[in-house]
């Protein structure tokens, strides 16, 4: 299977998941880390924070910004602030 292939199946994978359990997320994690092929792991990863849906918490994301640093990190700290705005602009459930 070519990385683009498996790549599209992460992806369809992250949009059918419900928000991710710790021990999911951290399985998840590990399943990208044995990716032989950067370009895959670095895909796969903008992919699980990206998502429109909040697969992974807050807290999630933060713990993939301090294992990878770099431009990941400045990536989802846009997230975080995304996420941040979006909830401090939705009505209240009052």
């Known amino acids: 299977m070519t990385a683009r292939a498996q790549w599209e199946q992460f992806r369809?994978?992250?949009?059918?998941?419900?928000?991710?359990?710790?021990?999911?997320?951290?399985?998840?994690?590990?399943?990208?880390?044995?990716?032989?092929?950067?370009?895959?792991?670095?895909?796969?990863?903008?992919?699980?924070?990206?998502?429109?849906?909040?697969?992974?918490?807050?807290?999630?994301?933060?713990?993939?910004?301090a294992r990878h640093g770099g431009k990941l990190a400045a990536f989802i700290a846009t997230v975080l602030a995304r996420r941040a705005t979006s909830r401090a602009r939705a009505p209240s459930s009052r």
């Open 12 to 65: 369809e994978f992250v949009e059918a998941s419900p928000p991710l359990a710790d021990a999911d997320f951290e399985a998840v994690l590990a399943r990208i880390a044995a990716l032989d092929d950067a370009w895959l792991r670095r895909a796969c990863l903008v992919t699980l924070v990206r998502t429109h849906r909040d697969v992974c918490s807050d807290a999630q994301l933060r713990a993939v910004a």
